[in-house]
Each structure stands twice: as structure tokens, then as C-alpha cells.
């Protein structure tokens, strides 16, 4: 599987982004799907993944209430709508395929990732 993430960029505080994750394959249903962020001098972490149907989501206390994951398994496409940003958002931001059935935080259960896209919240 090979990810592709794009939709990144320049907000201001309090807007909203959504990023697109493109995946290759036609094994995409299968698989469950993560977000990932990395912000400047800090290590990955966890933001919220979606399992292989959609009907199973999790998030990271941080973003909960403000980010939605969402999936299109005919699309081959695992969305981050973002909202209410703050600059602490600030990130790069990877998309990754586990095939864990359940969504999972665990970084090393991720089998595939993507490249990444960049999100810079302003204050």
C-alpha cells in the first residue's frame, strides 16, 4: 500500500483544514487507518485512526471534539477534517495503514505510511 497525503497549509487560529490521505491498492478496505503528527523537536504522536469499515474511530484527548477522521473505501481515501485549530495543531501530519482490524494508537502497529503534509496554525 502506498499512502499519499495532501491538503496541508498556512491558518489562522480558530480555522479549519482537511487533509486527504490516497492510498494505492485494492486492499484499502482492509485496512484500518491513522493520523499522525509530528510537530518541530517533538516526537510522533497519535491523533485519531478509523477502522477498515469506518464504523470505529479513536482520538487523542487533544483533538477530540474539534478533528474528525472519516473514510471512503470507494475512493481509496481516509479524510482529517480539523477544525477549530489552534497553533499547538501545528505539525506534520502522516496518514498510515495498519492491518490491525481495530483503530489503533500503537505507532509501531503501523505497517505503511505516508509522506506527510504540513499544517501551520498562526496565532
Known amino acids: 500500500v502506498q499512502l499519499q497525503a495532501s491538503g496541508g497549509g498556512l491558518v489562522q487560529a480558530g480555522g479549519s483544514l482537511r487533509l486527504s490521505c490516497a492510498a494505492s491498492?485494492?486492499?484499502?478496505?482492509?485496512?484500518?487507518m491513522g493520523w499522525f503528527r509530528q510537530a518541530p523537536g517533538k516526537e510522533r504522536e497519535f491523533v485519531c485512526a478509523i477502522s477498515w469499515s469506518g464504523g470505529s474511530t479513536v482520538y487523542a484527548d487533544s483533538v477530540r471534539g474539534r478533528f474528525t477522521i472519516s473514510r471512503d473505501n470507494a475512493k481509496n481515501t481516509v479524510y482529517l477534517q480539523m477544525n477549530s485549530l489552534k497553533p499547538e495543531d501545528t505539525a506534520v501530519y502522516y496518514c498510515?495503514?495498519?492491518?490491525?482490524?481495530?483503530?489503533?494508537?500503537?505507532?509501531?502497529?503501523?505497517?505503511?505510511w505516508g509522506q506527510g503534509t504540513e499544517v501551520t496554525v498562526s496565532s
Open positions: 498510515a495503514a495498519t492491518r490491525y482490524t481495530a483503530p489503533t494508537a500503537t505507532n509501531s502497529m503501523y505497517d505503511y
Open positions: 491498492g485494492r486492499t484499502f478496505s482492509s485496512y484500518s
